[in-house]
């Protein structure tokens, strides 16, 4: 028996109520827009505070890494927006240029969080120019290159790394995967494991952690969305649930995803995500578009009309549409709502 598809109400409720339990609360757009400055008015340059701080400068780097903390952790339980990453921790490491945890750590939100690969990879390449004899600092740039295919800086990195005093035993072994050019989930899921396991900064020993949860929820992902080609291939139209491929035969079962939600499918397209993780992309759009607005509202007195007209003035990139999602916002209070389809298109 087919199982009933999901309606847009139901799913887009589903969808915030995960995002809710599992990411931390939703911020009002008025949150967001007083935010947006204020928090880090204590982060000036770190050239101006090496001028005032004196004989001070490594206990001021002190309080500001713990800032540092305490930004990473508001926005990470929140919107999920890291527009000032670089700026924090370039202005620590401006403090304190031989601060390598600094570097490490802000290089990871740089790229895992905040989605700025090329901004990670220069504070790193800062770091480097500042301690160069420091091999974790190399080590990381070739995970990051790595991670993003640029597989001959990849090997250079880690070749530098495996030279180095206190060189990571498996530098070697990644520099000769990276001149293969190996770019597969197990050679991304070791690397992460290193990263889990040879951390000593808890937040970055979690980001490890939830990138491994993430390369396993893709396994699954690439390996329903190709039965749903198969469910195709035989029923002429994608599932509509994953359970209709278990009951048609294309698949014993549905795999548990490791995020403890649930795996869904697009009977639009064939595309299957986790749910968690399209909640919590859902989540950090949502929060974007409302910043958006707000500015707008600030500056023209009312809410935009859509975020069509938030990209056509310039206060935001792109409308984005996962898993088919359109987000609508209310002009009267700027708070953005997710629509999806019945069968993961839009309506």
Known sequence: MWTKPWSAAALSIALIATANAGVGPLIDSHKISTAKEEELSYFPSGLY????????????????????????????QTDLVFHKAAHVFETLTDLDPGFVEAYRFGSLVLVEDAGDQAGGIELLQKGVRNNPRESSLYFDLGFHTYMSHQFDLAAAYFER???????????????????SRRGALDVAEEMWLEIAETTTNKNTKASAEFALKGIAARRDTIFL???????????????????????????????????????????????VRSWYLLAREMKRDMSIIENGSSRFRDERGFYPSSPDELVRLGYLDAVPAPFGAVYKIDQSTGVVEPRIGSHGGRD
């Not at 198969?230 to 795999?255: C, H, N, T, W």
């Open 49 to 76: 505070l090496k001028q005032i701080a004196c004989g001070y400068r490594n206990i001021m780097a002190d309080m500001l890494w713990l800032r540092s903390i305490q930004y990473y952790g508001k926005h990470r």
């Open 161 to 179: 790394a495996s030279r180095l005093p206190g060189a990571n035993i498996k530098a070697a072994r990644f520099a000769a995967y990276a001149e």
């Open 225 to 271: 969305a190709e039965r749903a080609r198969a469910f195709k291939d035989q029923y002429g139209r994608f599932p509509a649930a994953l359970e209709e491929m278990v009951s048609g035969g294309v698949i014993r079962f549905i795999p548990d995803d490791p995020f403890g939600t649930r795996y869904v499918v697009n009977a639009k397209s064939g595309e």
